[in-house]
């Protein structure tokens, strides 16, 4: 019963490949992300859905392209894979895309690109 | 200057003492804060809202000081389940999206 799912959970891939991650949510949720963490821990979001309608796409290299086919599933496929895009992945959902919402976050895909 | 910035720490602190974080932020429209935690290796889950009047929820206290442009976290009677990554979150009015602060590092020692 898990709120939000995430796979794989770790990825290890040669630079150049193309990799898809995957997430779903089971909370009836309309709202859902991905973040990107560092090394440094720092957490910053690259995109946003709502209803499957992209609402923030967070000046990502167009490498990521996240696909919402509905409210319950956001994927992110990544294209031409470079040591800088090593991170942790989380997905999360809200209710709603009001940012006052609370945010479930997925455990996170660990992505290293060798 | 950073939208949400935090000491980073970390902070060593004994069982059963009392920890305050502060976290300031630079955006005067920012309406909507939140305290996450993050334990090491997991994902960031919700602590606690704050409010302007400042809340409480049983040993932890947030305060938010719109003037100063600051929030803050109040851990009482410290435990050693306690130990994690802080994050100060922050939303701004008209915007869907949060901006997380790098967090504080937080370790209770027996």
């Known amino acids: 019963d898990t709120a939000v799912s995430q796979t794989p959970k770790y990825l290890v891939t040669q630079m150049g490949n193309d990799k898809s991650i995957k997430c779903e949510q089971n909370?009836?949720?309309?709202?859902m992300y991905w973040y990107k963490q560092d090394s440094k821990k720092f957490l910053k979001i690259m995109f946003s859905?709502?209803?499957?309608?992209?609402?923030i796409n967070e000046t990502v290299p167009n490498r990521f392209s996240p696909k919402s086919p509905d409210k319950a599933h956001l994927n992110l496929h990544i294209n031409s894979l470079e040591l800088g895009d090593s991170a942790v992945y989380f997905c999360?959902?809200?209710?709603?895309?009001?940012?006052?919402?609370?945010?479930?976050f997925g455990p996170g895909t660990r992505l290293l690109v060798l | 200057r950073k939208e949400v910035e935090q000491d980073p720490g970390p902070f060593n602190v004994p069982e059963g003492a009392t920890v305050a974080f502060n976290c300031t932020y630079s955006?005067?429209?920012?309406?909507?804060f939140f305290w996450y935690r993050q334990d090491c290796r997991k994902e960031p889950k919700l602590l606690m809202s704050?409010?302007?009047s400042g809340n409480e929820d049983g040993r932890f206290t947030a305060q938010l000081n719109r003037a100063s442009q600051y929030i803050s976290l109040l851990i009482r009677d410290s435990k050693l389940s306690d130990s994690a990554t802080y994050l100060c979150?922050?939303?701004?009015?008209?915007?869907?999206?949060?901006?997380f602060g790098t967090g504080t590092r937080l370790t209770i020692i027996p």
């Open positions: 859905y709502n209803n499957k309608e992209l609402i």
């Open positions: 704050v409010y302007s």
């Open positions: 909370l009836g949720h309309d709202t």
């Open positions: 979150v922050v939303n701004m009015r008209g915007n869907e999206k949060l901006t």
């Open positions: 999360a959902s809200s209710q709603a895309l009001t940012g006052q919402e609370t945010q479930y």
């Open positions: 955006n005067s429209a920012s309406q909507s």
